[in-house]
């Protein structure tokens, strides 16, 4: 199943407000790049997540998400900590693929964004590549625009594979 044959899955409502890019389509986690915007829009999911952290008064948690394409670091915040397990599959409207305070690229609904599960455990997932784990440049051809530069690693560090 493609990341446009997923859009198609949804319910009109859903697809016609939220899930859709610039284009019309829901983008694959493969193709998200850096960028301080928000308009990311897709469906994964989570994978594994990591233990809540105290960051000042709000508390974050990081997960590895995936989908068929591609996998990525997301980071919850509040009560989304609580809200979304492993196996949880989970539409994001208007993410934010960017730096988080601790340096690591991360996908995240940010303010503008939105997170809703619409499922569990039935969906086709890779884990890698990990866009979290590429470095990415400024492209010296498109100001404001990113390009990969190399690979960090090939699966997730902060969640490695099991032995």
């Not at 284009?23 to 994964?44: H, S, Y």
């Not at 900590?81 to 690229?105: K, M, Q, T, V």
Request: glycine share 6%.
């Amino acid at each position: 199943m493609s990341c446009v044959a997923l859009f198609h899955s949804l319910s009109v409502e859903e697809s016609s407000t939220t899930l859709m890019d610039r284009e019309g389509r829901m983008i694959c986690l493969k193709d998200i790049v850096p960028a301080a915007e928000n308009n990311i829009n897709t469906q994964f999911i989570v994978l594994d997540k990591g233990k809540k952290i105290l960051e000042g008064q709000n508390k974050t948690c990081l997960a590895l998400v995936a989908d068929e394409t591609a996998s990525v670091h997301f980071q919850f915040w509040g009560d989304e900590c609580d809200a979304f397990e492993p196996g949880d599959i989970i539409h994001l409207a208007n993410g934010i693929f960017s730096y988080n305070r601790n340096n690591s690229i991360v996908l995240r609904a940010g303010r503008r964004g939105a997170i809703k599960k619409v499922g569990e455990f039935t969906m086709v997932f890779v884990e890698t590549p990990n866009m979290s784990e590429i470095t990415w440049v400024p492209d010296p051809n498109r100001p404001n625009k990113y390009m990969q530069d190399s690979v960090i690693s090939s699966h997730s560090r902060v969640f490695p594979p099991l032995p």
